[in-house]
């Protein structure tokens, strides 16, 4: 999918034919495993299906860590920005997040408007934060 990473492991989901696609990369330049900071980004693409233009308003972020703390992330627009994608068009970006555990997964939405004024939300889907540091544990 054009503006995506070839090869990397793409979440999407749909919503009333606006759909987001992301991919999550760990950055270990930027990580800490010895004093449990881990940190990935994420780059999303927003693609507009519908025949109307709708513009980006708010994030909801929940963000789950490997021991099951939560943290909820609220505010407006992406990156600083409200974009507005036209029929057919797309709006990439790419943002990050850091953990104190080596995995965690994040979920969410954004408040849209379309160009008749009405609000309505979009999913964005649940995917996984995995670091080369986690490792799954049976018993």
Partial sequence: MEDLIDGAMTFEADTDGVRVAVQS????DQSDPDNA???WAYRIKIINDTDMTVQL?????????ASGVVKEVKGEG???EQPIIGPGQWFVY????PLSTSSGFMR????MQDEDGE????????FSLDSPYYSMKVN
């Fill in 57 to 65: 308003l708010n994030r909801h972020w929940i963000i789950t860590d």
């Fill in 37 to 39: 900071q881990f940190v």
């Fill in 108 to 111: 969410g939405s954004y408040e």
């Fill in 78 to 80: 992406v990156i600083g």
């Fill in 119 to 126: 609000h309505f939300f979009i999913e964005i889907p649940t």
């Fill in 94 to 97: 790419t943002s990050g997040t």
């Fill in 25 to 28: 990369y760990f950055l270990d």
